[in-house]
């Protein structure tokens, strides 16, 4: 049901229908569930995370890591005119990457059903999936969790080989790493940090790591985003 709906909705450069299958995770799963920490699969988990699950949620539905490029005014972004929907530009702006959910809020108020109607209506917000819708819905109401919950790479030192798997990354409590933009670690052509040891982490499980040509990673290079 989720992967025909999700098709609905815009794609891009390196993101396909199942980005948007968080949108309807209080709806797929039984109400029993209420508290549920979503990890993107471009992402390499280094330290316990049950803390979270001792978090106070309050009143936010939703909990995240504000994302690299800091506000809804940042050109990667996307959106020409944050007060089009509510937000000003210099609003903080979180990454989709790590999510830390209250499903009983989602169920009670729609809110995955709500993302997908601003997604039709909207299409020019889906740049980068749901993580604008999101954003944009949920204007005001998302925790902050520290930066290590979902450490994201800084892509500038990645692109000049500043970071790369020889070098260490810098000195921070990195619980969750985030391989951010198109330069993905099942990509072999690239050298990013701990690469090794996210081929390690994936050959134990049933899904391998795909294949990609030189070609294939010479194009990501040409159009990368954030």
Known sequence: RASGKAGELREGSHFAPSNYYRLYLAELLPESVDRLLYIDSDTLVLGDVSPLAELDPGDFPLWAV????????????????????????EDAYFNSGVLLFRLSAWRRERLGEKCR???RLHPELCLLADQNLI?????????????????????AEVRSGKLSGNRILPAVRARILHFTS???PWLVS???????????HVARTRWPMPERS?????????????
């Open 182 to 184: 198109s330069r993905k």
């Open 214 to 226: 030189e070609e294939h990673t010479s194009e990501l290079q040409s159009r990368e985003t954030i």
């Open 190 to 200: 690239f050298d990013l940090p701990l690469q090794k040891l996210y081929a390690d």
């Open 135 to 155: 954003n944009v819905l949920l204007h005001g109401r998302i925790g902050e969790l520290e930066a290590g919950w979902n450490y994201q790479l800084p892509i």
């Open 66 to 89: 504000r994302d690299h490029v800091g506000s809804f005014g940042s050109p990667q972004v996307g959106i020409a005119c944050p007060e089009d929907f509510g937000a000003r530009a």
């Open 117 to 119: 109607r601003l997604g």
